[in-house]
């Protein structure tokens, strides 16, 4: 038995835009796409789409990234690691070849 699935034209018309290769095709953000979808359900299924519009959250991505905490953490580990380079070298210096050997 082989079961076909139907894709309705307006699902196939937006993936086509999401894989052009010109970018003046693609859908300019994602809550166009989502939009897109509803309306297919909707169209599909004779039926409201069950669930609720997702709103953006207020926080931008730059205050959720860690990249920012990370740099902050290599750049004081860099800083404690030259410290230390400077001690030892100057310590080093000061040392008479006897407590070298």
Known sequence: MDA??????????????CLSTDPQDRPSNFQDIANTLTTIYQATTDTP??????????DTADSLNNWRKLDTISYDSENRIQNTTRHLF????????????
Do not use: F, V
């Open 49 to 58: 789409y069950p669930r609720t519009k997702s709103k953006a959250a207020a």
């Open 90 to 101: 100057k310590q080093l210096l000061t040392m008479t070849h006897d407590k070298l050997a």
């Open 4 to 17: 076909k699935a139907t894709i309705p034209e307006d699902m196939k018309a937006l993936l086509r835009s």
